[in-house]
């Protein structure tokens, strides 16, 4: 159903000429449905017109008939337009949205309704004629167009935020709801990308929210690499486990503890992405030349949390949770405390130097976690679990790893 929205304050037949330049453009309306701020009862004639028509009109009004004295005026009629096109959205296939009439504020809260919600055209119309002469008949009305005395001047098609139109369908939405929806996505700036709320997703038009449902493939790797992302899983001691990246982190060994040889282990055929599934007997024993068998080198730890954080970085990931458990890495020289300050000072520092030539950079909060046991011994959970309570209590500095 074509449905011709519109508003005016007792100049109705601005309404028929918009109907009428719809037409001259092929496009059938099926109702209309426009707010009135002013004027009484809709003439005979323009009843009329659009009964011979068959065309179904309503009208509604604006509180305080469209009177604006306040913002909070403004922000209450506008509440009502956009509950009012919510409402038209869901009943219509098309919207034909005419923003030429009325008062300006008004006209422009419809032009922003159309842009949440959508369009199938926003338009307003030229009159080239003098103030006094504009036609005033609905035959007028026919001959001014057919002499492009009057023109059709489109906006174009706004395609709407499909999240808000998904929510407006299935919850009632108010104006203040919408304001703070838009507001929290207009307000952020790259530097704030790990505050991003998901509702930013909205911005994207239909086709491409259609793609991202579909499921990923190979083809996709340089895309998902390109996306924002968060890592809320990510293992300290699990990184670095082979190759280039190990060879730097056991290179950067200093004299705070022995670094023995490297084992021999074998990984699996096309690792990362083993064309078999890795038993888990064999997995655990894949970072077994790191963590807690070199990381108990300061130098190495260090080397470590740079590389790591130049992995998240090069992943395009924003924040991330990295699980630590400093006991593991402690020593007599280091208490597990001292291994979680040099920890968390370290990604300090990472996010600093990062910030400052960078306009994308990854936030990290540390999680303390503990390794299981099957002997009896919680000692270790137990420490681990102190010392994440000594920690959050101490950790409150933003913008710091926490």
């Not at 008062?103 to 307003?124: E, I, M, P, T």
Request: charged share 25%.
């Amino acid at each position: 159903m074509n449905i011709l929205l519109g508003l005016t304050d007792n100049k109705d037949i601005m309404i028929i000429q918009a109907l009428l330049l719809l037409e001259s453009r092929s496009v059938s309306i099926d109702e209309v449905h426009y707010i009135r701020t002013a004027g009484e009862e809709i003439e005979n004639d323009i009843q009329n017109y659009y009964a011979a028509k068959n065309v179904r009109v309503l009208t509604n009004s604006l509180p305080n008939f469209g009177i604006l004295k306040s913002e909070n005026d403004y922000l209450v009629q506008e509440d009502e337009l956009l509950k009012w096109y919510v409402e038209k959205s869901k009943i219509a296939s098309n919207l034909y949205v005419f923003i030429g009439g009325g008062h300006k504020l008004h006209s422009l809260a419809l032009q922003k309704c159309a842009f949440l919600f959508g369009a199938a055209d926003v338009f307003h119309m030229f009159v080239n004629v003098k103030r006094d002469e504009e036609p005033k008949t609905i035959d007028e009305i026919k001959v001014a167009i057919d002499s492009k005395t009057i023109l059709y001047a489109s906006l174009g098609k706004e395609p709407g935020w499909p999240a808000l139109l998904n929510l407006s369908s299935s919850m009632t939405m108010d104006g203040n709801t919408i304001r703070n929806l838009t507001q929290k996505i207009g307000e952020r700036t790259i530097h704030q990308i790990n505050e991003y709320p998901f509702e930013s997703i909205t911005l994207l038009p239909s086709a491409a929210i259609s793609w991202l449902n579909e499921s990923a493939n190979e083809n996709d790797a340089d895309f998902i690499l390109r996306l924002p992302k968060v890592e809320l899983h990510c293992h300290l001691g699990g990184f670095a486990a082979f190759g280039e990246d190990l060879i730097k982190v056991r290179e950067a060994a200093d004299d705070s503890y022995k670094v023995d040889p490297v084992k021999l282990i074998t990984k699996p055929y096309k690792w990362p992405m083993p064309e078999k599934v890795c038993p888990l007997d064999a997995y655990m024993k894949l970072g077994d030349n790191n963590g807690s068998y070199i990381l108990k080198n300061i130098g190495c730890l260090k080397r470590q949390i740079e590389l790591l954080y130049d992995h998240l970085i090069l992943q395009n990931i924003g924040y991330a949770e990295v699980r630590c458990s400093p006991f593991n890495y402690s020593s007599d020289e280091f208490t597990g405390l001292d291994i979680l300050q040099i920890i968390q000072l370290h990604f300090d520092i990472q996010m600093a130097e990062a910030k400052k030539i960078r306009e994308f950079w990854c936030h990290v909060n540390l999680i303390i976690i503990a390794t299981r046991t099957d002997n009896g011994d919680i000692r270790k959970i137990e420490d681990h679990l102190q010392l994440a309570r000594v920690a959050e209590s101490n950790s409150k500095l933003e913008g710091n790893a926490k």
